[in-house]
């Protein structure tokens, strides 16, 4: 079992930067692949980024490629996504999930466990 919480999100203009982290409970942390999704209002939840177990393999939607990063510590047991460049489009509420087994991981339905999500708002 894991417990996923997120923090980190707010309000910033265009072009400002945000640091979302996501705190996770459970011994097996480092096991995981770790993604974070997003879900704007009235459309689906969608895919922004994974990292492998190691925090070798990355992946990243490509609406937000080069301008998001995501990085993990399995000591702390938390993963980060840094956002850069914001963009209003990028308003959602953003949602760290767990994968068990998958070397990589993109789809909504590959992963086990869900954070409560965090708001980001960004103003044009």
């Known amino acids: 079992q894991v417990q996923l919480v997120e923090s980190g999100g707010g309000l910033v203009q265009a072009g400002g930067s945000l640091r979302l982290s996501c705190a996770a409970s459970?011994?097996?942390?480092?096991?995981?692949?770790m993604g974070w999704f997003r879900q704007a209002p009235g459309k689906e939840r969608e895919f922004v980024a994974a990292?492998?177990?190691?925090?070798?393999?990355?992946y990243y939607a490509n609406s937000v490629k080069g301008r998001f990063t995501i990085s993990r510590d399995n000591a702390k047991r938390t993963v980060f996504l840094q956002m850069n460049s914001l963009k209003s489009e990028d308003t959602a509420v953003y949602y760290c999930?767990?994968?068990?087994?998958?070397?990589?991981?993109?789809?909504?339905?590959?992963?086990?466990?869900w954070g409560q999500g965090t708001q980001v708002t960004v103003s044009s």
């Open positions: 999930a767990a994968s068990a087994g998958r070397p990589i991981a993109t789809m909504t339905n590959e992963y086990d466990y």
């Open positions: 459970g011994r097996t942390f480092s096991s995981y692949t």
């Open positions: 990292t492998s177990w190691s925090g070798v393999t990355t």
